[in-house]
């Protein structure tokens, strides 16, 4: 999308097939042009022991990406040859992991001489969240474990309103989690462990609460909770509690202040965290209160997935956007606010 050449008519039917692995998933989702999902699937990379190793999680997509691209396939009841364009993940993200999946993108577009597509992964939470709530213009908290931004659609991008001036939200939980010795138990992610620990939590600790401007930070709270876990005043749930509470009344309060400002009608909640219903709870009363409807997208959706990949491809292919394979290079940093989204205008 971003040095993207437009050279191609406007094409309305097709379909578009998205591979995604920015991080641990790798993920293969097709789309029609009209935005019905056929498939998403997908095969997630767990660390035997700690967060993300970059060259472990690329090996393991590596490893997996053929089946998980014939699952794809067979499950849409499509051929190779039945593909319009083919979408990747461009960034941001590992570096190693986005050029597996660049890799496995390149060789599909080539042998099968049909458009590439370079998709940004934030714009792809945010439109794949749209498509599936029916928001349209919506004010978007995107918080996973790599990002935690407030974002809305103005003069042609969607531009970032508040942001976290270090730590994601989700990477936030997870090393607390770690440090408390939690583990991912049957692949329920540890921000889950950590929520459901705080709903029995009775005793609210004061902690480090920082929003800067617009922006937030999350380290000092996160090295504040760890320390009084350490500390053993409070028990386990009350830390978590507090770390929550205080956590998502940031994200809330820059969220709450982008809404008053951009005026916008909509709240949209993507990535990892939506799953959080405490957090979604927070939002909803700042919907409410503003009048605005609040949206969450399912979870399949929220956490990273092809499908969204697939569907954002297909909607800058269709105002005629590709990326030339030579171009294809990956962006390990690539911000939401550098790339135009025609599609909105
Ligand atoms: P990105 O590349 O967009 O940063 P990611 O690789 O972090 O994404 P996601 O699946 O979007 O992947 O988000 C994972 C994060 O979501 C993890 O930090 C995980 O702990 C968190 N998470 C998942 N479920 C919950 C929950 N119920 N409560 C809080 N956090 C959650
Ligand atoms: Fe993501």
Redesign the pocket.
């Known amino acids: 999308m971003g040095n993207a050449q437009k050279t191609l008519p406007i094409a309305d039917k097709g379909y578009c097939l998205g591979v995604e692995s920015?991080?641990?998933d790798f993920g293969v989702g097709i789309v029609k042009f009209d935005g019905e999902i056929l498939t998403n699937s997908v095969d997630s990379y767990i660390p035997v022991e700690g967060g993300i190793h970059p060259r472990e999680a690329a090996r393991h997509h590596a490893e997996v990406a053929d089946s998980v691209l014939c699952e794809a396939l067979t499950e849409a009841k499509l051929k190779p040859k039945d593909i319009t364009c083919i979408a990747f993940s461009m960034g941001p993200?590992l570096g190693p992991c986005l050029r597996t999946g660049a890799t496995v993108a390149r060789a599909l577009a080539t042998y099968l001489q049909i458009p590439l597509v370079g998709v940004n992964?934030s714009i792809a939470?945010i439109e794949i969240g749209k498509l599936k709530t029916g928001a349209v213009d919506p004010v978007t908290l995107y918080a996973?474990?790599?990002?935690t931004m407030v974002t809305a659609f103005e003069s042609k991008r969607y531009r970032v309103f508040g942001e976290t001036l270090d730590i994601?939200l989700?990477?936030c939980?997870?090393v607390f989690a770690r440090h408390a010795g939690l583990k991912n138990k049957r692949g329920l992610?540890?921000?889950?462990a950590?929520?459901q620990l705080a709903l029995k939590g009775k005793n609210f600790i004061s902690l480090p609460y920082v929003v800067k401007g617009m922006d937030l930070s999350l380290s000092g709270l996160l090295t504040a909770a760890m320390a009084q876990l350490q500390k053993g005043s409070y028990s386990l749930e009350d830390v978590c509690y507090s770390l929550q509470e205080h956590a998502f009344s940031m994200v809330a309060e820059i969220t709450e202040r982008a809404l008053a400002h951009t005026e916008k009608r909509e709240i949209l909640l993507t990535?990892?965290?939506a799953?959080?219903k405490r957090l979604q709870s927070m939002l909803e009363a700042i919907a409410q209160e503003h009048e605005a409807v609040f949206n969450v997208v399912p979870q399949r959706f929220?956490?990273?997935n092809g499908a969204m990949i697939a569907w954002a491809g297909a909607l800058a292919y269709m105002q005629g956007i590709v990326t030339p394979v030579e171009e294809s290079y990956v962006k390990l940093r690539w911000r939401v606010d550098r790339v135009d989204v025609p599609w909105m205008n």
Request: net charge negative; no cysteine; glycine share 24%.
């Open positions: 920015t991080a641990d993200g992964h939470h996973s474990g790599g990002n994601a989700g990477n939980l997870d992610p540890l921000g889950a950590v929520e990535g990892g965290v799953a959080n929220a956490t990273d």
